[in-house]
């Protein structure tokens, strides 16, 4: 009788033991099926992200694209009568439009922000320039033209006239034979107060092969 007590017993024990197990290889697995799951999600997330970047970053390179296809023929045509670069022009479209997207360009046509006098031709408008060191912002009468060609040809007779306290102000600008080194003398020539100017057009006629519209 006492022996079939403790066999009863050490079955029970047996049973709650098991159980015991069981339930703990189900709470193991409940906790691991939730943290994978949780990864998983994360994981797919950040693709998603990675995707929805990449396809933004694509888009505007398209638009970046389209802009400098419809500009780059116009600026081959009027610098090869002006000693320039066209991939020099187009990187500072690119560079001092926001690539055609800026108010300037976009109400104006002012690729360059040229400034102008005449009311008549002019308008007043806010923007950023590089002072005693710092970015400010200033308001400031820009030159309204009729299309992107007349503001390209403006562009190029500036450099062929130089201004007018100086006719030969752009000299290293005119000499330069390479983009590389159009790029520093515009900074040098005084044209550009950004001090990084030179190096950010090389980094854009580098990115878009605009040197192909020099040949």
């Known amino acids: 009788m006492v022996k079939k007590r403790r066999g009863k017993?050490?079955?029970n024990w047996l049973i709650i033991i098991e159980t015991f197990v069981i339930l703990f290889v189900l709470i193991i697995a409940f906790v691991s099926f939730r943290?994978?799951?949780?990864?998983?999600?994360?994981?797919?997330?950040?693709?998603?992200?990675?995707?929805a970047r990449e396809a933004a970053r694509q888009k505007i390179i398209k638009q970046h694209k389209a802009f400098i296809n419809e500009i780059g023929p116009v600026a081959q045509e009027?610098?090869?009568s002006y000693e320039l670069l066209p991939s020099i022009t187009i990187a500072q479209a690119c560079l001092e439009s926001n690539y055609g997207k800026?108010?300037?360009?976009?109400?104006?046509?002012?690729l360059f922000g040229v400034k102008g006098s005449n009311p008549n031709t002019s308008a007043i408008l806010t923007t950023k320039e590089f002072e005693k060191?710092?970015?400010?912002?200033?308001?400031?009468r820009f030159q309204i033209y009729d299309s992107y060609e007349a503001s390209?040809?403006?562009h190029a007779?500036?450099?062929?006239?130089?201004t007018s306290w100086n006719k030969n102000q752009y000299q290293h600008v005119l000499a330069a034979k390479d983009y590389q080194t159009q790029a520093h003398a515009l900074v040098k020539d005084g044209y550009a107060t950004d001090p990084n100017y030179a190096d950010k057009l090389?980094?854009?006629i580098q990115q878009y092969q605009l040197d192909r519209f020099d040949k």
Not at 102 to 110: A, I, M, R
Not at 133 to 140: D, E, I, S, T
């Open 202 to 204: 090389i980094k854009i």
């Open 152 to 154: 390209i040809r403006a």
């Open 78 to 80: 009027v610098d090869k």
């Open 133 to 140: 060191g710092k970015w400010v912002l200033v308001k400031a």
């Open 9 to 11: 017993k050490q079955s």
């Open 157 to 162: 007779r500036l450099f062929q006239r130089g």
């Open 102 to 110: 800026s108010s300037l360009s976009q109400k104006y046509n002012n």
């Open 35 to 51: 943290y994978y799951r949780r990864q998983a999600i994360e994981t797919e997330k950040i693709r998603q992200q990675q995707i």
